[in-house]
């Protein structure tokens, strides 16, 4: 299917252990972004990629990583969860839409729930 | 200043227009959206404009852009209970690292 899709929609886990969220995109953007979303704090970049192999922090980076070795791919990892790390993660990405103009469309989004 | 506003809440009766207004950073912003998004779900793009439009309209969806003033609304004609939800409009400028910017989101409450 087309369009941009995250994994798993819904997560829990425990204090210490690692997470992995999945994003991928079939438009081969070359921008795509992670956000987490917490109420009080609106939307929060975590990091960003401008194409294959280019990736960088954001406003919130502490205690994520990313790859991006494929253009479609974008996973994020949570190396040691922590319960503030409990929060809604969405994935976007930047690029030419079906009506051919520049847009950001956003994924169905991850809800983690850090125990 | 450095960050985009909105207003937090905006109350509307069933039928009536609503407008919800944001003000960017950066004059030269290319691209400005508009995300709906409702309770426990992502963000939908409603509609978006570029800076070399003034006003585009979508339907229901009118969106007035103001460069001088940095001013961007969305109107929504003869709202519903379904338009009930957070908006939120986002810049993007052109020519640097086209990361978006995010104000906190606009409740839209419809009531009948």
């Known amino acids: 299917d087309a369009g941009i899709t995250q994994s798993p929609r819904y997560k829990i886990t425990e204090t210490g252990r690692q997470v992995t969220l999945m994003c991928h995109q079939t438009?081969?953007?070359?921008?795509m972004f992670w956000y987490r979303q917490d109420l009080g704090h609106g939307l929060r970049l975590i990091y960003y990629s401008a194409a294959a192999d280019i990736t960088d922090k954001g406003e919130v980076p502490d205690g994520y990583v990313v790859s991006r070795s494929k253009t479609e791919n974008f996973p994020l990892t949570l190396e040691s969860a922590t319960r503030s790390q409990t929060s809604v993660y969405f994935c976007?990405?930047?690029?030419?839409?079906?009506?051919?103009?520049?847009?950001?469309?956003f994924g169905a989004g991850s809800r983690l729930t850090v125990l | 200043g450095e960050d985009v506003e909105q207003s937090l809440f905006l109350s509307v009766r069933e039928g009536d227009s609503s407008v919800i207004n944001c003000t960017y950073t950066d004059s030269s912003s290319t691209y400005l959206y508009w995300y709906k998004q409702e309770p426990g779900a992502g963000l939908q793009l409603l509609t978006y404009?570029?800076?070399?439009?003034d006003m585009k309209q979508d339907q229901r969806l009118t969106v007035l852009l103001n460069k001088k003033d940095k001013h961007l609304s969305l109107r929504i004609a003869d709202t519903q209970t379904g338009d009930s939800a957070i908006y939120f409009c986002a810049e993007i400028r052109s020519g640097g690292s086209y990361i978006p910017t995010f104000g906190r989101g606009t409740s839209l409450i419809v009531h009948p």
């Open positions: 404009i570029f800076s070399n439009m």
């Open positions: 976007a990405s930047f690029g030419q839409g079906v009506s051919g103009a520049n847009v950001l469309t």
């Open positions: 438009w081969s953007h070359s921008y």
